[in-house]
């Protein structure tokens, strides 16, 4: 993890999910109407994962502690910053995500679902304000694409590594002999 | 792919991102707004890509067919019908998104810049019925995250075959040898 240019990973990722300064602004500005309205959907989305047979495992006797993990990481997405220390700990919940196994279909699949119950809460808190409500919801779509995008890439490299210590043990071939090995070979 | 059961991988990913039967109503529904606006969409969403320096490699000389194929699947996304073919198709592109040693990032970053443009434009066209808006902007995110989540799970399977490949031929390995010793392996 040390040798990540994360200021370039934060640009990077700004870049390709879209999320711009202004809509930055956007989030931040939601923070007091939505502040109270977070921890109903932590337990919204934790019912639906409690319905999923293959998040059972990830799940038990885990699940208060789990909620207050989640219900911080959403105040943060209403009050930033958007900024490198961020983005080292969302690279870091990637690295995590591997250590306890979890399929990497669980990431998009859990960031849709509390994208999806954002968006019916925006929708009702700004019924009244539908040119806001548009903004809004781009936002909150862009910052937790942003997070994703993130997680994943950590996920990926942790993911690689970690099959990698598996093929060694598997043959029962060093690390230096593989690394010769891999720099002698002609692609 | 032969042994995926897209049934099942298609009710579970439902499941996972909420794209519930009325969502996928509220999509069709959309249709007749939606679809004089997706060139517009797929334009946009190139623009942004051909500022990212990592792009580059995948888009020169195939913007014009890029494109194409993008507008066909928008237009999928508002027409349904979200069934194991739309599932099988989807899977296939996390495949190919291998083959082509597309960055895992790209495809949760890609989506994520699909998503904000689409609330935009919801924004736009619905701004009069902000009830309807938050419905819509719900439903675009669901099935989104839906495509994600199953195109991120064949990349995945592929990206680790593709793996153990490089490994069987850097160290010169035969693929029965690598099983054998894999099936004695103790944990």
């Keep these: 993890m040390s040798d990540i240019d994360f200021a370039q990973l934060t640009q990077y990722s700004k870049q390709f999910t879209g999320l711009t300064g202004e809509l930055e602004a956007v989030l931040m500005g939601l ?24 998040t059972q495992r990830f799940l038990d006797g885990r699940i ?25 700990a ?18 998009a699949g859990a960031m849709t679902l509390v994208s999806v119950r954002l968006n019916e809460l925006l929708g009702e808190i700004l019924v009244g ?15 937790l694409g942003f997070t994703l995008m993130v997680m994943q890439q950590s996920y990926e490299s942790s ?14 071939m060093s690390r230096i002999l593989f690394d010769n090995l891999a720099s002698a070979y002609k692609y």
Excluded: C
């Excluded at 923070?31 to 293959?54: C, R, W």
């Excluded at 304000?129 to 910052?143: G, I």
């Excluded at 993911?159 to 029962?172: C, D, H, M, Q």
């Design 64 to 88: 208060d502690a789990l909620k207050q993990t989640h219900i911080r990481w959403l105040e943060q997405v209403f009050s930033g910053p958007y900024d490198t220390d961020y983005v080292k």
């Design 159 to 172: 993911r690689l590594a970690e099959e990698l210590e598996k093929f060694l043990k598997i043959t029962g």
């Design 31 to 54: 923070a007091p109407e939505m502040k109270p309205h977070l921890p109903g959907i932590t337990d919204s989305f934790y019912n639906v994962l409690q319905g999923i047979p293959k």
């Design 90 to 107: 969302m690279y870091h919940v990637g690295d995590v995500h591997v250590k306890v196994e979890l399929p990497v279909e669980f990431m």
């Design 129 to 143: 304000d539908p040119s806001r409500l548009a903004k809004a919801t781009a936002a909150v779509n862009s910052v």
